[in-house]
């Protein structure tokens, strides 16, 4: 048996492991295609013939109807089976209903249908200055997009779909979708896919690719480009593999027989079964080998591998970006950061008035409904691991993988797997954290300590501020000690107000609350720096621009205030020489180094962390000449409020920074070169206080512990992943 033949057998017998072990494959609920279809991207058009076969309950004696496309002309090519149109909706994409009567006993037909499929782009405005292009499906000599979306196949409800895929097409192009392939079908030049485990859409994607593939154990890694790249191919291949072991160690095997980068012919970063589809651009960054890619690999077992039950909200990308973007941070000791910027977008972006609990999140459209998808549902996970503990929380992960592989699930299946795994009744902690808006704000106050017999008393009062009913909290507490170890605690705090009491053994030096942000809170200010998110998520914002400047300057400035003004009703744009002070009620933007109130900003910076010296500017020790540099900095009015400025001395910069300053809303401070312009330098400034945490005793420095061990951590500690049943069902196959 030779090398290919091998490896084609043991993804046979992987796939059908994970087949039985999924106990999902029933016929009451999967529709086979067996489809055939021609592509003429130059004309916009498809021709299909699909062979259906209906699942044991799909009406096999009686009527069944589907959606298609309503521009696909659509015949039947099976005798004795009747097709009638039903409604048809004429909304962004035009939808034709049709029934299928179907003689007694009969399950099977065959449907031919053609026409032409082509939409253009939509762009959807997610926050100030930042929006997206989508395209919901089309065939053009760019490239061919398809999905359930634009119904090119018929769409029986929300059916689960096994499928074969023949394609035929140009000379030079190639297709992808889900499942095995590419393969060549027999007799014919077509490219085939297929997808024996049930799927809830089938893709087809096409342009003149070039296909780069490496095989990595069961799982052969691909890479479509767009344009020849071997050495971006290999880097790609090899995080493939790096990615792909360690989720399978996490969670458990990896349940498709390939994984692959697909070049997209616009900006995306979506995550498919078995591959993703990013943009151009996207793909050539250097950190997206270390950010998103592994966030969409891991949607492969979370969304891809596990199906949402999108009526009980979209857990996936929550949990998505809490083991992938979260806790690759975490394993750089960026952990801490990561999960304080979360709950600062959440914070920044949304309000009483956007503001949805989770089960009613499906995906994201706005930067407020990101805060919430991803961002309050990572911490959730995050809360529900702290309280488990790293063991409990991995087998639980793990049971729900195993239990709903190629189902769809949702919360009630979360909680019911990690309730298996732990014995505790988490009904309350999933329908506080998934039924609930808002968020609890935390204030300390009255804290006093007194010497008494054998030590210190230690004594104050934890309040929950928002007007909204207590969150019921598990409130992580550090004291440190003069003499003594740290003294951790988790306090149950389930009122408005908490009454804190400790006997300690030492003099206590620091008090804090919540040092990690291991809690979904509302942050103070003074817990976080000034960032320019604050002010793409402002409610309310102001852009000043700098009448003295040159004319050139003005209208750069101008321009790209409009630009981020377009599409938004709370951005108000004004010359400085217009006020006389600055209102205290918004966020600011300040234009321009000929700003009027730029003397105002200035006050709201450290000297340590930004001074100007003649042609250089300082910042955090590094220096820059203004020459060819453009700067950006956020800090913070005596209102509360954040205030921005922006300046470059050459108005062809200007462009490039209104498109690209949106995407770093983490940030303090920026620096960019050059008219493209290319960014030199970010960060934050430092953050030197919260009012969660005392310093009791001044004179005397605790010694800082560290935080909890990273989650990888404790996979050390556990068995592989586990795969009931293997060896037997290796067994059997072999017989």
């Known amino acids: 048996m030779n090398n290919t033949t091998n490896n084609r057998l043991i993804r046979f017998i992987l796939s059908m492991i994970l087949l039985l072990a999924s106990r999902t494959l029933l016929a009451q609920s999967v529709v086979d295609h067996r489809i055939e279809v021609s592509i003429d991207p130059e004309a916009g058009s498809l021709s299909v013939k699909d062979t259906v076969t209906l699942p044991d309950n799909g009406n096999g004696n009686g009527n069944t109807e589907f959606t298609l496309h309503a521009g696909l002309k659509a015949r039947i090519l099976t005798p004795g089976v009747q097709l009638s149109q039903t409604n048809r909706a004429n909304r962004e994409i035009p939808l034709q209903g049709y ?95 297929s997808a024996n485990l049930p799927q809830d859409d089938i893709y087809l994607i096409s342009a003149p690719f070039h296909f780069y593939s490496k095989q990595q154990g069961n799982t052969e890694a691909q890479v479509f480009l767009r344009q020849k790249d071997p050495k971006l191919a290999d880097r790609y291949l090899q995080a493939t593999n790096r990615y792909l072991t360690l989720y399978e160690k996490l969670i458990g095997p990896y349940p498709y027989a390939k994984f692959a980068l697909v070049e997209n012919f616009w900006e995306t970063g979506y995550g498919m079964p078995s591959f993703t589809l990013l943009g151009s651009r996207v793909i050539r960054l250097p950190f997206i080998i270390y950010t998103s890619y592994p966030h969409e690999i891991l949607h492969n077992w979370w969304g891809n591998g596990v199906y949402v039950d999108y009526a009980q909200g979209n857990w996936s990308e929550g949990l998505t970006s809490y083991l992938a973007d979260h806790l690759l941070k975490e394993q750089r000791g960026q952990g801490m950061a990561y999960r304080r910027s979360a ?155 908490l009454d804190l009491d400790f006997t300690l053994p030492g003099k206590p030096l620091r008090f804090e609350i ?62 400085d020489r217009d006020l006389s002070q600055l209102p205290q009620d918004r966020q600011i933007w300040l234009m321009g180094r000929e700003n009027h109130f730029l003397d105002i900003f200035s006050n709201t910076l450290n000297n340590n962390d ?108 556990l068995p592989h992943p586990s795969t009931e049943g293997t060896e037997s069902t290796l067994k059997r196959l072999k017989m």
């Open 99 to 193: 029934r299928v009567s179907l003689p007694q006993g009969v399950k099977q037909f065959t449907l031919e249908y053609a026409g032409k499929i082509e939409h253009g782009f939509t762009t959807t405005h997610e926050s100030t200055g930042r929006s997206r292009q989508r395209l919901a499906g089309t065939i053009s000599s760019e490239g061919v997009f398809l999905d359930a979306g634009v119904a090119w196949y018929p769409r029986f409800g929300d059916a689960l779909k096994t499928f074969s895929l023949s394609v035929d097409l140009p000379d030079g192009w190639l297709v992808v979708s889900q499942g095995s392939g590419p393969a060549k079908a027999q007799g014919s030049g077509a490219t085939v896919w």
């Open 343 to 497: 709950l600062q977008r959440y914070g920044d972006f949304v309000r009483d008035s956007n503001d949805f609990p989770l089960t009613d999140f499906r995906s994201r459209h706005t930067s407020a409904s990101q805060a919430v998808g991803y961002d309050k549902a990572l911490m959730m996970f995050h809360m529900l691991r702290r309280k488990l503990g790293d063991e409990l929380f991995i087998q639980g992960l793990r049971r729900f993988y195993r239990i709903n592989l190629f189902k769809q699930a949702g919360y009630a299946e979360l909680r019911s797997a990690f309730e298996q795994i732990s014995g505790s009744d988490l009904r309350p902690f999933f329908q506080q954290w998934t039924e609930r808006n808002g968020a609890p704000r935390l204030e300390l106050s009255k804290l006093k300590v007194t010497a008494q017999a054998g030590g210190y008393r230690l004594s104050g009062k934890l309040r929950q501020t928002q007007a909204a009913a207590p969150f019921e909290l598990d409130i992580p507490i550090i004291i440190y000690l003069a003499d003594a170890p740290p003294l951790r605690r988790t306090l149950a705090m389930r009122e408005h107000s």
């Open 514 to 575: 919540d040092p990690w942000f291991d809690l979904f809170r509302e942050l103070h200010p003074d817990e976080v720096p000034p960032v320019f998110s604050k002010l793409f998520g402002a409610e309310r914002l102001l852009i000043l621009l700098p009448s003295d400047a040159p004319k050139a300057l003005l209208e750069g400035y101008r321009r790209l205030a409009n630009q981020w003004a377009s599409g938004s009703s709370n951005i108000e744009i004004r010359l």
């Open 610 to 717: 930004y001074y100007e010296s003649g042609e250089t500017v300082f910042i955090k020790q590094k220096t820059f000449p203004r020459f060819d540099h453009s700067f950006a900095f956020a800090g913070r009015s005596e209102s509360g409020n954040t205030i921005a400025w922006l300046t470059s001395d050459d108005p062809a910069s200007l462009p490039g920074l209104a498109r690209k300053l949106p995407h770093y809303g983490k940030y303090s401070y920026l620096v960019f070169e050059g008219k493209r312009p290319d960014n030199r330098a970010k960060g934050q400034w430092e953050v030197s206080r919260s009012p969660l945490q005392r310093q009791i005793h001044s004179k005397q420095a605790a010694n800082r512990i560290a935080p909890p061990a990273p989650l990888l951590e404790a996979l050390d500690n």
